[in-house]
Nanobody, 127 residues
Framework: QVQLVESGGGLVQPGGSLRLSCATS????????IGWFRQAPGKEREGVSC????????YYADSVKGRFTISRDNAKNTVYLQMTSLKPEDTAVYYC????????????????????WGQGTQVTVSS
């Protein structure tokens, strides 16, 4: 049974930091790219970041470049998203997703490229 379980969300003040985790099971983790997406109320789901398998290339949305860092631990089948300098506009439900495809700059942020999804974790940035 495929599972992706996000954790680490919560309420944080502007300028603060959070680290999200995506613990996975039920599929070959080391041959899947893992992406983070987010969806704010009334907005479409958007790609935040992705880490590929193999070379572990990383991709980021322009809105989070320099503030967020994605990493993967193949021994723990887990991907992390370190978020710093958080802004109110980062408020959203954050989802992780897995894809067996090779990801590139033109494809990583398309939700349709991903096979499996987690249930999401809420991140709220507010004073």
């Amino acid at each position: 049974q495929v599972q992706l379980v996000e954790s680490g969300g919560g309420l944080v003040q502007p300028g603060g930091s959070l680290r999200l985790s995506c613990a996975t099971s039920g599929f070959p983790f080391d041959s899947h790219a893992i992406g983070w997406f987010r969806q704010a109320p009334g907005k479409e789901r958007e790609g935040v970041s992705c880490v590929t398998y193999g070379r572990e290339n990383t991709y980021y949305a322009d809105s989070v470049k320099g503030r967020f860092t994605i990493s993967r631990d193949n021994a723990k089948n887990t991907v992390y998203l370190q978020m710093t300098s958080l802004k109110p506009e980062d408020t959203a439900v954050y989802y992780c997703a897995a894809s067996g495809l090779k990801m590139f700059e033109r494809s990583w942020s398309r939700a349709i490229e991903y096979d499996y999804w987690g249930q999401g974790t809420q991140v709220t940035v507010s004073s």
